[in-house]
């Protein structure tokens, strides 16, 4: 063992933004075009492109059809969240979506086209009509592509690329006890600055990682939700995880979505050992284009009945030229695997995907904490209740960005004085590689158990027995964070515990079956349309 102080340097700054994906770059752009002179350090745990944006395939979803309206739109993310949507919320945010569309195309962001020059609209799961706007199927790409060389370009916006957020601070000699910076860890050097400035933005994204099957890159741990819980700040729904019906199910591949866009096109899931189209006994009407709830559940229903530890997904139907077109980048991926998807069915599980709750926010990201802000899929608006509509969430992440941008104005007006602020991150700096070798175990154990116990399908008896395994972890974990150097994977494992407890918490309130939520031992909806809270004193 050795010791190691981790106190690095002191840094100021107008706004901190902490996550690099579409929420975060279009609050950059927006900001900065609003307020040139503000000075914006952007904190990206890898580089700049490494977030759940980056990965999106299908699309983004705005009313743009002659027979289309904001008011249909509405009317299918209500049914698609089951009674927990906020309307107001939800209608406001549906409202901006051809102007989020606009804001894209001039950062140069382009949209597939038909032989008219129209957009080239898409439809999935749970949408009534074509109207999701798309790239091929690799939409989050290009959008990120796109606005990365425009933060870029701007100097008063400093990039932290290889830097983690730790924990929020508070100002605490103001009676509102306003959130005044946050420590960073710079991954490569291991020092822990502090970043002092006039507003936070979390745009941390989602917490898949949590899981054992999921469809999120490996930086989706939930980092967002953990320091805003540990800083007092109210998260609400977090029992609705969202599971993607259509992982790619290969051993030893990563992981990779197959889009809800194929089935979108007229693909088929089909049981492997006799070919049926199992969807009409669980959604006879919608079938394949049920909202990805229902299509989860019953994937895992028929798997769990089965011998079987996935379904196919069948567009052997469209041509060659069609889905290469449609979708080039699965193609390409599915043929360098030895599937061809216009001849052969595509193996597929459900994974992990989008978390529907979060921290507890307005339509511009405003928390219940001053100065802080949480956008994109870290918060928590009301749009998407029990279950998100496919290809709202780069539409919310883009519009809530958008509107905080406009919002946290107000507080840039009105600066704080840093003198008072503690010098910096305080460390015992003891390091044993044995044991966070040891500690570092319990991530794969953790996710078993959370896929297990509280994934898909969940009971009371699971869920109680789930919490006393996750306190256990929680309790050794937390021990060795405040004896030891803190690393990104100790960090990581600290937030991903934390976001599991309150995961299982939530679902343990929640007595009814709603949405993403599926409790075997309460199957029937309850008269509940109230948000889960949970809340704890700052630490």
């Known amino acids: 063992m050795n010791s190691l102080s981790q106190r690095g340097d002191r840094k100021s700054f107008d706004v901190v933004v902490i996550g690099s994906g579409l929420a975060g770059l279009t609050f950059c752009l927006t900001l900065i075009a609003r307020r040139p002179h503000t000075r914006i350090a952007l ?17 983004i979803a705005a ?126 050097s291991g020092l822990i600055d502090t970043f002092l400035c006039n507003v936070v933005v979390l745009a941390t994204g989602g917490a898949g990682k949590t899981y054992r099957y999921t469809t999120n890159p490996d930086i989706a741990t939930g980092d967002g939700v953990a320091m805003a819980y540990r800083a007092g ?55 394949e284009l049920a909202t990805r709830d229902i299509v989860a559940r019953a994937i895992f229903t028929e798997t769990e009945h089965s011998n079987d530890q996935y379904v196919y997904l069948d567009i052997t139907h469209k041509s060659k030229a ?13 043929m360098r695997l030895g599937i ?48 998100r509509l496919a290809s709202n969430s780069l539409l919310e992440a883009g519009v809530m960005a958008t509107n905080a941008a406009e919002d946290c104005l107000v507080w840039l007006d009105q600066p704080l004085s840093h003198e008072q602020m503690s010098a910096g991150w305080d460390s015992g700096g003891v390091t044993d590689l044995r044991r966070a070798s040891q500690i570092n175990a319990h991530w794969r154990g953790l996710r078993g158990e959370m896929t297990s116990y509280a994934g898909i399908v969940r009971t009371e008896a699971g869920l109680k027995d789930l919490h006393q395994l996750i306190l256990l972890r929680q309790q050794m974990v937390e021990e060795y964070y405040w004896q030891h150097v803190v690393t990104q994977d100790l960090l990581e494992l600290r937030n991903i515990i934390l976001v599991a407890e309150l995961i299982v918490r939530s679902a343990l309130q929640r007595c009814e079956s709603r949405g993403g939520h599926y409790r075997e031992d309460y199957p029937n909806k309850a008269d509940n349309t109230k948000r889960t809270l949970l809340r704890q004193a700052p630490r």
Not at 167 to 183: A, H, M, T
Not at 322 to 334: C, E, G, S, V
Not at 344 to 370: E, F, K, W
């Open 63 to 188: 009313a743009a059809g002659v027979d289309d309206s904001v008011q249909q739109h509405l009317v299918d993310t209500l049914a698609a969240g089951d009674g927990l949507v906020s309307p107001l919320a939800a209608k406001a945010i549906l409202s901006q979506s051809l102007s989020y569309i606009a804001f894209l195309q001039q950062q140069g962001v382009v949209f597939d086209q038909n032989d008219q020059s129209l957009p080239d609209l898409a439809k999935e799961g749970g949408h009534s009509k074509r109207r999701i706007f798309h790239a091929g199927d690799h939409t989050g790409r290009a959008m990120i592509d796109a606005l990365i060389p425009h933060i870029q370009q701007q100097s008063n916006i400093y990039l932290f690329e290889s830097h983690m957020a730790v924990k929020l601070l508070r100002q605490k000699d103001r009676p509102s006890e306003d959130i005044s910076g946050v420590y960073v860890l710079d991954t490569k």
């Open 322 to 334: 069609f889905l290469k077109q449609h979708f080039p980048t699965i193609n390409d991926t599915l």
């Open 340 to 387: 061809d998807m216009s001849q052969d069915m595509i193996p597929v599980v459900p994974a992990a995907h989008y978390m529907c709750g979060g921290v507890l926010t307005d339509i511009s990201g405003r928390t219940q904490a001053n100065r802080l802000y949480a956008i994109g899929e870290v918060a928590c608006t009301g749009l998407h209740g029990a279950n």
């Open 233 to 287: 700040v109210p998260i609400s729904n977090m029992e609705f995880y969202q599971f993607h019906p259509t992982l790619l199910y290969q051993r030893n591949y990563p992981n990779f979505l197959i889009s809800e866009a194929i089935r979108g096109e007229g693909a088929y899931l089909r049981l492997p050992e006799t070919g049926e189209r199992f969807m009409r006994r669980y959604a006879p009407k919608q079938m």
């Open 43 to 59: 904190v990206s745990k890898q580089a700049l492109s490494d977030s759940n944006s980056y990965w999106a395939q299908g699309g």
